[in-house]
């Protein structure tokens, strides 16, 4: 009881921490080029991701955190013309990319969230920054890639960490998965960090709500057609939905997801050059 006032008063010392979600988002997608501003339900599908973590009542700044290459103008020129943060950095050095915007918006917690998940729930995003900061962790996820097992749908995928261990992944990681998938160094790396993984109370890690391929964005077109096209609307609103209608998942069952050692080869190409 001792130990946990102590914990308590130290906590509430402690000045409030400035939460930034970074959205990654590329027009140069190898399944499914321009996907990030494909339209779903009228609106560009960064558009949907932007909206929908704005909700998070946790967060502080949104930033979209693109490329410098000239094939992601669009994605600037779209930020620009909505009033939407936007910073452009490495191609395929994507930890750098998160780094550099980061200590750009001056975050103390950095929400980490890619722009191919349209149904991204803000309740989750509270809910992993909430766990990371009560309970002082250096990062936090509502899943692992395999072989850890996830419990939550695709596309739902949250990542949290503070700056502090964004900054030493940033400065260590060397392998190259780890550079492009920014978060790997603080689960799979040497270092030992303090982290947890939320889970939902069932199974449902075998959904697949994410946009990487037509079949992917044929699902979302058909899903967010028979909410309405709302935005107001929670994770579980989606299963419900999806539960009763079955035909939906069929469209995009035999979509294989990458996995954390899986790396885009024209970074190994560009590596050569």
């Not at 992601?72 to 013309?81: E, F, G, S």
């Not at 700056?163 to 270092?191: C, N």
Request: proline residues 5%; aromatic residues 8%.
């Amino acid at each position: 009881m001792i130990d946990f006032l102590e914990n308590l008063l130290k906590w509430n010392a402690d000045p409030m921490k400035r939460v930034v979600c970074i959205i990654q988002a590329r027009m140069g997608s190898s399944r499914l080029p321009g996907k990030v501003l494909k339209d779903i339900c009228g609106k560009p599908m960064l558009a949907w991701v932007v909206e929908r973590v704005r909700l998070a009542r946790t967060v502080d700044q949104v930033v979209v955190a693109t490329t410098a290459d000239i094939t992601d103008d669009l994605i600037a020129a779209y930020c620009q013309a909505n009033g939407i943060d936007c910073f452009r950095g490495d191609v395929f050095d994507v930890l750098d990319r998160y780094y550099q915007a980061a200590r750009c918006y001056h975050a103390d917690v950095v929400v980490r969230v890619t722009a191919d998940c349209p149904l991204i729930d803000p309740q989750l995003i509270d809910q992993a920054v909430e766990e990371l900061l009560t309970r002082r962790l250096d990062f936090t996820a509502n899943r692992l890639p395999p072989p850890f097992k996830r419990t939550y749908p695709i596309g739902l995928d949250v990542e949290v960490a503070t700056m502090t261990a964004l900054s030493e992944a940033w400065e260590k990681a060397d392998q190259q998965h780890e550079r492009e998938h920014v978060m790997p160094y603080l689960y799979s790396g040497p270092a030992v960090y303090n982290t947890s993984v939320l889970n939902a109370e069932a199974d449902y890690g075998g959904q697949r709500w994410t946009v990487d391929t037509p079949e992917d964005l044929e699902f979302m077109r058909r899903l967010t057609a028979l909410m309405d096209c709302r935005m107001d609307f929670t994770w579980r609103d989606v299963l419900a939905l999806v539960q009763s209608h079955p035909e939906l998942t069929e469209i995009n069952a035999g979509v294989h997801h990458k996995f954390m050692d899986e790396i885009d080869k024209r970074s190994i190409k560009k590596d050569k050059e």
